[in-house]
């Protein structure tokens, strides 16, 4: 942290108290576009995941569950529910990184999957997809998504996002929603992982469609009622029953539930108070790593040989794509940090003028 002459000489000019205050300034100026710099390294800002309290299902362990919100596909506020399509993929540097993929058809991101997926027939007599593009570099790394030819199967998915509905849920095997007024965050699994030997865990957000199809189809059809004003048990299993690894119990079967050593006097029919209704819920909309797409920024950073890859395959032009489009988001990230820098300047000459009317 430099200092000019020019500003020797106005500081030779001030008392003590003033000097230790533009020392003051001047540290936390430096301080704050370090962090800026920090934070916007690679050309998009770095973004933590908001902390949850986590309703998980655990295999063979059930849970009493009221689903909180307007269907995903009428949704009026940010804590309905809502539908992501996510993958977990291997980068270039042998890191997981998780991808959010756009409802833009003409996202980078998405012509990059829909590029190197292709056109596909599928083998009845294998139960199974045959792909035009197998064979070709990129589409290998793919369907591979970081395991090795021998332990592949013909079933592989590779990068191919998985469907989740998020959703608000009030959990009623514990009292943490209501001692807290809040609901928690429907998560279909988690793992865990050592971290600086501390262990973490690590949720699966949201749940499958196989779930809320039985949920809404099945149950909601049942009862006469939205998902919203009834509980549920849900189990997943560890062995598959049949052709289905959940099971999905309604208020009215006591004794299912009994058998699953739950009360089923917990499991309600009524619907939500007044209080119950009250309760603050997260937002789920736009939430980084999460719901949120995933900027051209990153993926451009962690998957540049895959996409350079691809044009090589196929002749397409994405590489200058991603370039082009994390050239945008940021000049979009550099205006909104001007707005913002510009708005707060504006409420603190406010505060200063309000402050001296009132030492007036």
């Not at 998980?56 to 919100?69: A, E, F, N, Q, T």
């Not at 590489?319 to 909104?336: C, I, P, S, T």
Request: with cysteine.
């Amino acid at each position: 942290m430099k200092i000019t002459v020019e500003e020797l000489k106005i500081m030779a000019e001030m008392t003590a108290e003033e000097k230790a205050k533009a020392r003051l300034a001047k540290f936390q100026e430096a301080k704050k576009k370090a962090e800026e710099e920090k934070a916007s390294k690679g050309g998009f800002p770095k973004e933590d995941i908001p902390q949850f309290e986590c309703c998980v299902l655990k295999k063979d362990k059930p849970k009493i569950i009221r689903l909180v919100g307007n269907s995903p596909l009428m949704r009026e506020v940010p804590t309905d529910p809502i539908i992501v399509k996510r993958a977990f993929v291997k980068t270039d540097d042998d890191k997981w990184a998780t991808i959010i993929l756009s409802d833009d058809r003409d996202h980078p991101v998405n012509k990059l999957w829909r590029t190197i997926i292709g056109k596909y027939k599928w083998n009845k007599e294998t139960n199974t997809k045959e792909y035009e593009n197998k064979g070709k570099p990129s589409f290998e790394r793919f369907i591979r998504n970081g395991k090795k030819i021998e332990d592949c199967d013909a079933k592989e998915k590779g990068m191919t996002p998985d469907t989740f509905y998020l959703f608000n849920c009030i959990d009623k095997t514990d009292n943490w929603c209501k001692e807290n007024k809040h609901t928690k965050l429907l998560c279909w699994d988690s793992s865990t992982k050592e971290v600086d030997g501390e262990t973490r865990e690590y949720p699966t957000y949201g749940i499958k469609p196989s779930l809320y199809n039985n949920i809404f189809d099945e149950q909601c059809t049942a009862l006469n009622r939205m998902y919203d004003q009834f509980d549920v048990v849900v189990k997943r299993l560890s062995k598959k029953l049949g052709d289905s690894w959940i099971q999905v119990f309604s208020p009215e079967e006591k004794s299912k539930i009994s058998l699953l050593g739950l009360d089923p006097n917990k499991v309600s029919m009524e619907y939500l108070t007044d209080e119950e209704d009250s309760w603050e819920k997260y937002v789920l909309e736009d939430v980084p790593f999460m719901s949120r797409p995933t900027s051209v920024s990153y993926v451009l950073k962690v998957l540049p040989k895959l996409i350079k890859s691809c044009d090589l395959d196929f002749g397409t032009n994405l590489y200058e794509e991603f370039v082009e489009g994390a050239e945008k988001e940021k000049a979009e990230f550099a205006k909104r940090n001007a707005e913002k820098a510009n708005s707060e300047s504006k409420s603190e000459d406010t505060s200063t003028e309000v402050e001296s009317e009132d030492e007036e």
